[in-house]
């Protein structure tokens, strides 16, 4: 028998044994090559394919897709910057939240901008504006901030206080339209607390019900969104005012959830968002955030201004 690991022996292999492996080689090399070519719709070379001869002399068709590749361009597009826009930096400059959010292209472009971050001058953490957030993981800057224009609801119990000039000229619109919907006018119950009066109330609250339920119901001194002078705790005076516990099952609580927010509130604590807010359901905890920013929250459907802005949810303090 032949060794094959002797190049002098293989040389003297029977030549019929070297015509059937030479053969059966080639037989395999064209069935390789034409199951390619029917691959590539096509059994011989043209447009779409490249011709080869094997070895053996057996011409085989690589379908295109085997012999080249698409070239790969990639093109990168900016992100705009509202902020770089002229019409916005004036607006800015003027003081004008409402102008802002009109510059940006309305409340949806507004919101659109800020919670991708392509928002560089709006800060969210700015008592000032209309837009800041306020909650148990972003504390007011200054801790003890307070507004610098106040003014008094029409109508408001006892011991309310105020509120920010333009959110006081709101409610009394709100009550108004309200009263005239058949579902009884709106008085302010709480407004404006300063910090020192938030202490005294957040102390109180915890001394009555502990620290986990008191702080459910109450904010530390620094976050709450009574010392912004925007936010309104209030009551249905449909015959008579009654308890702010009592507004969300009252014909004045259900008529300002559903249009609070064409004068520019919002139900800042809705029921469900505990897990975000950190604060038990409070329908009559009504926010101001100006009527462009409270028609865009009302009509994306959103629920809390932390998914509003795309902030992270705050139910517990930082420290």
């Known amino acids: 028998m032949a060794d094959p ?127 800041v957030v306020v909650n148990k993981a972003r504390p007011l800057n200054p801790l003890t901030f307070a507004p610098t224009s106040f003014g008094d609801p029409a109508l408001s119990v006892s011991g309310a206080g105020a509120l920010r000039s333009d959110a006081a000229h709101a409610l009394d619109q709100l009550s108004a339209a309200s009263d005239a919907a058949g579902s009884g006018s709106i008085a302010l119950a709480s407004g404006y607390r300063s910090y020192d009066t938030q202490v005294q109330t957040y102390s109180g609250q915890i001394a009555t019900y502990g620290q986990a339920q008191g702080d459910a119901l109450s904010a530390r001194p620094g976050h709450s969104e009574h010392q912004t002078g925007l936010a309104a705790d209030v009551v249905s005076c449909a015959g008579g005012c ?13 008529w300002v959830a559903e249009n609070g927010w064409q004068y520019g509130f919002i139900v800042r604590y809705a029921a469900g968002q505990t897990p975000v807010t950190g604060y038990d359901p409070e329908p009559w905890h009504l926010r101001y955030v100006g009527v462009p920013l409270a028609a865009a929250y009302h009509d994306g459907g959103f629920a809390t201004l932390e998914q509003f802005f795309g902030l992270a949810a705050a139910p517990a303090y930082l420290g």
């Open 5 to 131: 690991r002797h190049p002098t022996r293989a040389r003297r292999m029977d030549p019929r044994v070297t015509f059937r492996l030479y053969v059966t080689i080639g037989l395999a090399v064209a069935l390789i090559g034409a199951l390619w070519a029917l691959a590539d719709g096509s059994a011989s070379a043209g447009p779409g394919g490249h011709a080869e001869a094997d070895p053996q002399g057996v011409e085989v068709t690589m379908p295109q897709a085997a012999t080249s590749l698409p070239s790969v361009q990639l093109h990168a597009t900016a992100a705009s910057n509202p902020c770089a826009q002229a019409p916005v930096q004036q607006a800015l400059a003027s003081g004008g939240d409402d102008a802002v959010v009109t510059a940006f292209g309305g409340g949806a472009a507004f919101r659109a901008a800020v919670a991708a971050g392509n928002a560089p001058c709006i800060d969210l953490s700015d008592p000032n504006r209309d837009w």
């Open 242 to 254: 009654g308890d702010i516990d009592a507004f969300g099952g009252t014909a004045a609580g259900a």
